[in-house]
């Protein structure tokens, strides 16, 4: 990845510092290496570009490293490090090891915390070697856009407060002549309820007439009294549905904060692009853009444990279609069905299936999207399409014969999905994706229909 390949300049590593003086602190560094200060290497200067704000909402980085299992920051990157302590926690409760954060490694990591505190022991599961130049939130951001970063790390245990560290770092590919521009990073540490204390530190902390970015990790809610106080705040929240422990609640909450004129970025939409612009394109040939009229039948797969990315696949393609969803069950089961019906502007009825299967090796995001199957119930109708995935393959798209009456593509996905890789290309798109908004539009009214069949 870019990131890990750009050499960073550490200017001055971590330092605990008071609340009151963390600009006093960040100043002198600045004063230290600005064009008055050594001349013997290349001056650095603060990059007055944005701030970003990077609040891990879920714990589990925080229970694997209070029993041992991981070593790294809290600083909330899903990285070579979390990924490594996730299988070593796997492998000692008897899960598969995937790598990938569940909400059943959760539970489990919880439970055995609660019980460590009760008993006064632990036990000291195996730890894995610590990868000191792995990626933490400096790594993976400054290195591409040199900015203000506030990370907000959650603690477990006794609230004793917020504790606060400086640091500064320096992406030598800025490099100008004369000078480095830079990146301040600011982290602040304490329990869930200290952090909600406070908003207004972190709100002084950002720098003022310049745009701020929130990237709220994990699992979404917005009810928060932490998100509540800091989201007025910023130009964009950013988020990745693909870690949400409950993605059907967590995009509704998404679209009640887009209904309220806040501007949400889903990382997760981003991976959808490829699959977006191939659909487009299948029905780009004049002899069958009139066939698009005669979908009614819609099948997408995707990787069992996160429905996300197909549900909003759906939306997108609904919301182009004018299609309105009507109704929706589900089963569960080896696959994770959800079938979806919707009628289109013609009053023709559309029948949509999203299937959770399950893979015998995770890929690299949850919920993956795996193939899609468009066609209709008009045998003369030219517009039977099968995309694949370029890793995945077409599995049960295929089945009976069916390729060879349709046409049949392969996507090939972005070249890195990772959430901080996304994150940096995010920082650079300031307004809002009125396409995202129209889409998310019909997702939530699946979703609608979803909860009023779970709670009738």
Not at 144 to 170: H, S
Not at 403 to 422: D, G, K
Request: charge should be negative; glycine fraction near 6%.
């Amino acid at each position: 990845m870019a990131s890990q390949s750009t050499t960073l300049v550490s200017l001055q590593d971590p330092i605990d510092v008071s609340l009151s003086d963390i600009e006093s602190e960040l100043r002198k560094i600045w004063s230290a290496y600005g064009t008055h200060g050594d001349k013997t290497s290349p001056a650095a200067v603060r990059a007055t570009t944005f701030t970003l704000v990077v609040y891990e909402a879920d714990e589990t980085q925080q229970l694997l490293s209070s029993l041992g299992f991981y070593s790294g920051p809290i600083d909330g990157i899903t990285g070579p490090r979390m990924q490594a302590a996730i299988k070593v926690a796997q492998k000692a409760y008897g899960l598969s090891q995937t790598g990938e954060a569940s909400p059943v490694l959760t539970a489990r990591l919880r439970d055995e915390y609660q019980q460590q505190l009760a008993s006064g022991q632990g036990r000291s599961p195996e730890r894995y070697a610590s990868d000191i130049s792995g990626g933490s939130v400096a790594d993976m951001v400054a290195s591409q856009n040199p900015c203000r970063v506030i990370a907000l790390c959650p603690t477990l245990g006794e609230d004793t407060g917020i504790t606060a560290q400086v640091a500064a770092y320096c992406p030598i590919n800025k490099q100008t002549r004369s000078s480095l521009i830079c990146c301040e990073y600011i982290t602040l540490k304490g329990t869930v309820n200290a952090f909600s204390r406070v908003a207004e530190l972190v709100e002084s902390l950002l720098i003022h007439e310049l745009p701020a970015f929130l990237w709220w990790k994990g699992s979404f809610d917005s009810e928060s009294e932490l998100f509540r106080n800091l989201s007025p705040h910023f130009s964009s929240v950013i988020v990745d549905s693909s870690e949400f422990l409950a993605p059907l609640t967590d995009l509704l909450s998404l679209k009640a904060c887009i209904d309220q004129k806040m501007n949400i970025a889903d990382l997760n939409w981003r991976r959808l692009a490829a699959w977006q612009e191939l659909s487009a394109e299948a029905f780009d040939p004049p002899e069958r853009r009139a066939a698009i009229q005669e979908v009614d039948q819609v099948v997408i797969d995707y990787e069992k444990g996160n429905p996300s990315q197909a549900l909003m696949f759906l939306g997108w393609l609904a919301s182009r279609l004018q299609w309105q969803p009507s109704s929706f069950r589900q089963e569960f089961g080896d696959y994770d069905i959800y079938q979806i019906e919707l009628i289109g502007p013609d009053q023709r009825k559309i029948q949509a299936e999203l299937a959770g299967i399950p893979t015998g090796e995770p890929g690299e995001v949850m919920g993956d999207m795996i193939d899609l199957k468009l066609t209709s119930t008009n045998a003369t109708a030219d517009c039977c399409t099968i995309i694949c995935s370029e890793t995945r393959g077409c599995m049960r798209m295929e089945a009976g014969g069916s390729a060879q009456m349709c046409r049949t593509y392969q996507v090939t996905p972005l070249a890195e999905q990772s959430a901080e890789m996304l994150l940096s290309q995010q920082l650079q798109r300031w307004g809002r994706d009125l396409l995202y908004e129209e889409s998310m539009s019909v997702t939530n009214e699946v979703l609608r229909l979803a909860q009023s069949v779970q709670h009738p």
